[in-house]
């Protein structure tokens, strides 16, 4: 079976903080993409990568960066984390390109205070 | 603009009916449509996909159809169960200079009472 694990479920920080989000998986997939999901807005696509030390910016990247040094390790960076930052990230990955399912963690609720 | 809607409200059904969920998009051409299930605090599970060329899917008690003209897919859960409670979500697969991305609905959620 497809793991993806992710380093916290819970985290609290305070705002201007420097928070890092871990995501690993283990099944020699390609693909990593990071998401944020609120309420009534759903899953939204921050960054993903597509190769090691590659990334691609999805439909909200400010105030986000992130890395992929080694394949199975996808890392969320909030440079100087806001209040408007709190929220679920969900880490997904998938083998190759379209087509493909998509295999997520279980999320890392963080609320920024 | 582009957009891809699932009811908000949430569906309550008996336990033995078919439940039925719709997805629509406008401004969106997608190779593919998938359909994943999330429960409370946990990330989402997929479940079916349909590609362009098909009209209907299936896999077990789960149903799928996918009309690119009226732009819209129907995921039915024939012989509902309690444990089929959860917000099942859409999503569309979009190929984004090459790359996979897949573009979410908000999700529908389902309430199977016994």
């Known amino acids: 079976d497809v793991k993806v694990t992710q380093s916290s479920r819970y985290l609290v920080k305070r705002t201007g903080e420097k928070v890092f989000l871990e995501c690993v998986q283990d099944?020699?997939?390609?693909?990593m993409f990071w998401y944020r999901q609120d309420p009534g807005l759903g899953l939204r696509l921050i960054y993903f990568?597509?190769?090691?030390?590659?990334?691609e910016k999805g439909d909200i990247p400010e105030g986000y960066s992130v890395s992929r040094e080694k394949k199975e390790r996808f890392s969320l960076i909030l440079e100087s984390a806001s209040t408007n930052q709190t929220s679920m990230y969900l880490c997904?990955?998938?083998?190759?390109?379209?087509?493909?399912?998509?295999?997520f963690g279980p999320g890392t609720r963080l609320t920024v205070t | 603009s582009q957009k891809i809607e699932q009811n908000s409200e949430a569906l309550n059904i008996q336990e033995g009916k078919t439940a039925t969920l719709t997805c629509n998009y406008t401004?969106?051409?997608?190779?593919?449509l998938q359909w994943y299930r999330q429960d409370p605090g946990r990330g989402p599970v997929f479940l079916l996909l349909?590609?362009?060329?098909?009209k209907e899917k299936r896999k077990e008690r789960l149903k799928v159809t996918f009309d690119t003209t009226l732009k819209q897919s129907l995921f039915h859960i024939t012989a509902s169960q309690p444990a089929d409670s959860a917000t099942y979500l859409c999503a569309l697969d979009v190929m984004n200079t090459g790359f996979q991305k897949l573009v979410f609905g908000t999700g529908t959620r389902l309430l199977v009472s016994p």
């Open positions: 401004n969106y051409s997608p190779a593919y």
């Open positions: 099944m020699d997939h390609e693909n």
């Open positions: 990568s597509y190769d090691v030390k590659m990334k």
């Open positions: 997904a990955s998938s083998p190759g390109t379209g087509g493909d399912e998509q295999y």
């Open positions: 349909i590609r362009e060329n098909e």
